[in-house]
């Protein structure tokens, strides 16, 4: 048996997620690299320094487009590859500032926001591998025999205290980023778990009337839009009053949870109940025609009353319904239908109650 909450989660709602949160931070790092990149490449140029400036001005309007298309909602498809695609630009920027040293030998400062910047692009693990590959790699770089990898002139210390520097960023970052992760995921779980409670019923746990508004909007456009056709069903407990008169507010109450509990068990996998009002439920039934729908709500009325709510060894409780029917379609739209059944339920109620109405038999009447 699926529960209300997967029932609603189908295909109701998308979530906010990690990877979103990323592209967001993707998007903020690449502005602020792309500007600074094209302050760099000014200074550059002031020194006479043409092919760093000429690499600063390529990844600084790379890094601009980059930003554009994280912004980009037509380009989304493209996401995940500039993410990658800009990190490595990045790495070759560090890579290549290690290898001339930059401006007087200072290119290797810029190494340092290399760290924070691949785990907020790409996570805890992937940011990780990305940055002991780009580790490795200068390491390689730097004390590789006799210097011949590098343009540079730096001091045995200097490279040392370099990578210990290095590392020490690496591992301050990843605990940062495991941490920021860790709330990050709580609070996305925290808000999923209220927006979706929002939308349930305290008592019953069935949809609410906002839960099953969403359910029939998002049927509804699939009726409008491919033709399907759906149909919902207003159910009305028979003479429950008696039921608080007779055997008190709590047993009532009780009854109520047996009888969510049951429709949601006898329903079939496609169709919704939502808890409607009091005793009042409200079952949506896609891709069913009125005819479909009828044999259905007899169905599940049938299976109901062998079902009566057990009290004690000598009290069991048998509850009918009097149900209303109307067909969703392009001339009755769901707020018109869900009044036409409840014209339905009444004509039910009034002509003796434990039966199904359809609106087509109202018509007929
Ligand atoms: N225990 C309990 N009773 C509820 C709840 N919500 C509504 N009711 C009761 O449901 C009853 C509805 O009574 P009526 O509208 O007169 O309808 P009925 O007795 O079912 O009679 P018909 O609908 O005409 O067959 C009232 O006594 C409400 O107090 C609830 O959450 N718990």
């Known amino acids: 048996m699926k529960s209300a909450l997967e029932r609603f989660n189908e295909g109701t709602e998308r979530h906010l997620t990690g990877v979103n949160h990323q592209r967001?931070?993707?998007?903020?790092?690449?502005?602020?690299?792309?500007?600074?990149?094209?302050?760099?490449?000014?200074?550059?140029?002031?020194?006479?320094?043409?092919?760093?400036?000429?690499?600063?001005?390529?990844?600084?309007?790379?890094?601009?487009?980059?930003?554009?298309?994280?912004?980009?909602?037509?380009?989304?498809?493209?996401?995940?590859?500039?993410?990658?695609?800009?990190?490595?630009?990045?790495?070759?920027?560090?890579?290549?500032?290690?290898?001339?040293?930059?401006?007087?030998?200072?290119?290797?400062?810029?190494?340092?926001?290399?760290?924070?910047?691949?785990?907020?692009?790409?996570?805890?693990?992937?940011?990780?591998?990305?940055?002991?590959?780009f580790l490795i790699v200068i390491c390689i770089f730097l004390f590789y025999?006799?210097?011949?990898?590098?343009?540079?002139?730096?001091?045995?210390?200097?490279?040392?205290?370099?990578?210990?520097?290095?590392?020490?960023?690496?591992?301050?970052?990843?605990?940062?980023e495991a941490a920021r992760y860790k709330s990050f995921s709580q609070l996305n779980k925290l808000t999923e778990k209220y927006k979706l409670e929002s939308k349930l019923d305290d008592l019953t746990g069935l949809l609410n009337r906002r839960g099953m508004w969403k359910k029939l909007n998002s049927e509804y456009d699939l009726v409008t839009s491919s033709g399907s056709t759906m149909t919902v069903a207003l159910w009305d407990i028979d003479h429950f009053k008696n039921v608080n008169d007779i055997h008190g507010h709590g047993v009532g109450d009780d009854v109520l949870k047996h009888v969510s509990d049951l429709a949601n068990k006898i329903i079939r996998s496609q169709d919704s109940v939502s808890r409607?009002?009091?005793?009042?439920?409200?079952?949506?039934?896609?891709?069913?025609?009125?005819?479909?729908?009828?044999?259905?709500?007899?169905?599940?009325?049938?299976?109901?009353?062998?079902r009566p709510f057990?009290?004690?060894?000598?009290?069991?409780?048998?509850?009918?319904?009097?149900?209303?029917?109307?067909?969703?379609?392009?001339?009755?739209?769901?707020?018109?239908?869900?009044?036409?059944?409840?014209?339905?339920l009444y004509h039910a109620k009034r002509t003796g109650r434990n039966k199904v109405v359809a609106f087509s038999e109202l018509n007929e009447d």
């Open 276 to 306: 409607w009002g009091g005793e009042e439920f409200l079952l949506l039934m896609p891709e069913t025609n009125e005819a479909e729908a009828i044999d259905q709500v007899k169905y599940v009325c049938s299976l109901m009353a062998k």
């Open 24 to 133: 967001y931070l993707a998007g903020i790092y690449c502005v602020i690299g792309s500007f600074l990149c094209l302050i760099f490449c000014i200074n550059a140029l002031i020194d006479s320094k043409f092919y760093l400036a000429a690499v600063l001005f390529v990844v600084s309007i790379f890094l601009f487009i980059s930003y554009l298309i994280f912004h980009s909602k037509t380009h989304f498809y493209l996401h995940d590859t500039v993410r990658h695609i800009t990190l490595l630009g990045l790495f070759f920027l560090g890579g290549y500032l290690i290898y001339t040293g930059g401006v007087n030998n200072s290119g290797p400062l810029w190494v340092f926001i290399i760290p924070p910047v691949a785990l907020a692009f790409c996570g805890l693990k992937i940011g990780m591998l990305y940055n002991v590959t």
């Open 310 to 344: 057990i009290l004690d060894k000598n009290t069991s409780i048998t509850v009918t319904f009097s149900v209303g029917i109307c067909e969703v379609s392009l001339d009755i739209d769901t707020e018109r239908a869900i009044m036409l059944s409840d014209k339905c």
């Open 145 to 176: 025999p006799d210097d011949v990898l590098l343009a540079a002139d730096y001091t045995y210390e200097f490279k040392t205290r370099f990578i210990y520097s290095f590392l020490t960023t690496l591992a301050l970052s990843s605990f940062y």
